[in-house]
């Protein structure tokens, strides 16, 4: 049986690759883009941190914004204007605690918060219940952001970590 520890170790290991994958790009490169119009590390960690504060607010059955139209959702386009996000501190500070509060919350919640309806606008449509968002949010969504950040690092002639 597929526990939340089972969960947890895939979505920590990509919390943690994310760092990595950060840890040798300097500041004023965060928002560099040597292909035109690819995500950067600014826009990638700005994103997927905006989705773990989605994750502990759908299992805590809290209300949330659809973050699609936010500086670093969905519908935004990544900008090289590195003034327009935050340092890369904040960014990993962010990314980092945002992860932490969804793997607490994740940790804590009663079985029945898995089965609750999907009660949005938007993301009713596309899942059932709040598990199938959970684990696609935690999974499948943060390794497709951290394959692009990948690509990212070889186009600007970095290592593989």
Same mark, same amino acid.
């Given at each position: 049986?597929? @526990?939340?520890? $089972?969960?947890? #170790?895939? /979505?920590?290991?990509?919390? $943690?690759?994310?760092?990595?994958? &950060?840890?040798?790009?300097? $500041? ?9 119009? *690819?995500? !950067? ?5 700005? !994103?997927? %941190? @905006?989705?773990?504060?989605? *994750? ?6 809290? =209300? #949330? ?14 900008? =090289? $204007?590195?003034?327009? /996000? ?18 607490? @919350? *994740?940790?804590? &919640? ?13 993301? %009713?449509?596309?899942?059932? @219940?709040?598990?199938?968002? &959970? &684990?696609?949010?935690?999974?499948? !969504?943060?390794?497709? !952001?951290?394959?692009?950040?990948? %690509?990212?690092?070889? =186009?600007?002639?970095?290592?593989? *970590?």
């Amino acid at each position: 049986m597929l @526990t939340a520890n $089972d969960l947890l #170790f895939s /979505y920590r290991w990509g919390v $943690d690759t994310f760092a990595k994958l &950060v840890s040798d790009v300097a $500041d004023k490169d965060m928002a560099r883009q040597p292909v035109e119009g *690819i995500n !950067h590390p600014a826009w990638l960690l700005g !994103h997927v %941190g @905006t989705y773990h504060e989605v *994750i502990a607010s759908l299992l805590r059955g809290e =209300a #949330f914004d659809n973050p699609w139209d936010s500086p670093c959702g969905k519908n935004s386009t990544p900008s =090289a $204007d590195r003034s327009r /996000y935050p340092s890369k501190e904040q960014l990993l500070k962010h990314h980092e605690a945002a992860a932490a509060l969804a793997c607490r @919350t *994740i940790e804590s &919640v009663k079985p029945e918060a898995w089965t609750r309806p999907m009660d949005h606008p938007t993301w %009713g449509k596309q899942f059932a @219940t709040v598990a199938p968002a &959970v &684990v696609f949010l935690a999974t499948s !969504h943060q390794s497709l !952001h951290l394959g692009q950040l990948s %690509g990212w690092r070889r =186009a600007m002639g970095l290592p593989r *970590i």
